[in-house]
């Protein structure tokens, strides 16, 4: 059974920035794609950043381009999130996921999920 725990989450002021964490158990976490998510209250889970199995690409959703880096370290099985120039609209709930195999978008590529880490960041 794969297993996916979030850390790192916490209150920011705006401007500021976190690093999310996300460890995967398993031996095969270098096969796999990664993403991450957010869910703001009210409001539809939206992709974050993916990245692939060996590092060789990365996306971005376009709110977070520019200002979120999403690495991996596949010795460690762990996924991060790093997250500058944090705004307020940045709110919600991040959660990481193991793509079914190659990373995407769409949240329904994914199987496996961690049960989140909150983000808030004041304005």
């Known amino acids: 059974q794969v297993q996916l725990e979030e850390s790192g989450g916490g209150l920011v002021q705006a401007g500021g920035s976190l690093r999310l964490s996300c460890t995967c158990s398993?031996?095969?976490?270098?096969?796999?794609?990664m993403g991450w998510f957010r869910q703001a209250p009210g409001k539809e889970r939206e992709f974050v950043a993916g990245?692939?199995?060996?590092?060789?690409?990365?996306y971005y959703g376009d709110s977070v381009n520019g200002r979120f880096t999403i690495s991996r370290d596949n010795a460690n099985n762990t996924v991060y999130l790093q997250m500058d120039s944090l705004k307020p609209e940045d709110t919600a709930v991040y959660y990481c996921a193991r793509a079914r195999i190659y990373f995407s978008p769409s949240s329904s590529n994914y199987d496996y999920w961690g049960q989140g880490t909150q983000v808030t960041v004041s304005s």
């Open positions: 990245i692939a199995s060996n590092s060789g690409s990365a």
């Open positions: 398993g031996r095969t976490f270098s096969n796999y794609g």
